[in-house]
């Protein structure tokens, strides 16, 4: 598969990691968003919050929570963003699961949720509470 974090797990393309174990690597972002921008990914390859399991993805997100932690005792940030997305039309561009950490600093101007578009339309109480109940679980 022709998938570009697999070639990192293989060691087959250069990262700058930041932590390893056996289902779990993390790396520096390459095109960083902000100091200390860096990807959590499965070992394994799972494209997205669709198919990844549950057992890693908790191995993620606590490692992202270590990965933070180390930023605020090393960069001492006031504040980050963990932001995954799953699939094109969320901006999903590399098709391997990744938890970005963001760090956030005051006036730093980054839109991590992106512009409201300014023809949302809102959705009605009724409308948010038949979904609620075909959600709930
Ligand atoms: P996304 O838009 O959520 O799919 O984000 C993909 C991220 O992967 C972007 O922030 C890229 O900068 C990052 N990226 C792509 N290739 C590499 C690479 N070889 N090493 C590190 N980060 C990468
Ligand atoms: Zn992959």
Redesign the pocket.
């Known amino acids: 598969m022709d998938c ?1 974090f697999c070639k ?1 797990v293989k060691g087959e ?1 250069p ?1 700058t990691k930041v932590y390893e174990d056996v289902d779990v690597l993390a ?5 960083p ?1 902000s100091l200390g ?1 860096c ?1 959590v990914i499965p070992k394994q390859h799972s494209e997205n919050i669709f198919d990844i399991s549950e057992n890693v993805l908790q191995k993620i997100i606590v490692v992202g929570k270590r990965i933070v932690e180390k930023l605020k005792t090393v960069t001492n940030i006031p504040a980050v963003n963990l ?1 995954n ?1 799953s699939g094109k039309d969320a ?4 098709m391997h699961f ?1 938890l ?1 950490i963001v760090p956030r600093r005051e006036n730093d101007g980054l839109k991590i949720h992106g512009e409201k578009p300014k023809n949302l339309q809102k959705p009605s109480e009724q409308e948010l509470q038949k979904l609620a109940e075909l959600i709930k679980f």
Request: hydrophobic letters at 50%; one cysteine or more.
């Open positions: 570009i990192i393309i990262c790396f520096l972002d390459v095109n968003v921008h990807l932001v997305s901006g999903q561009e590399v990744h970005h």
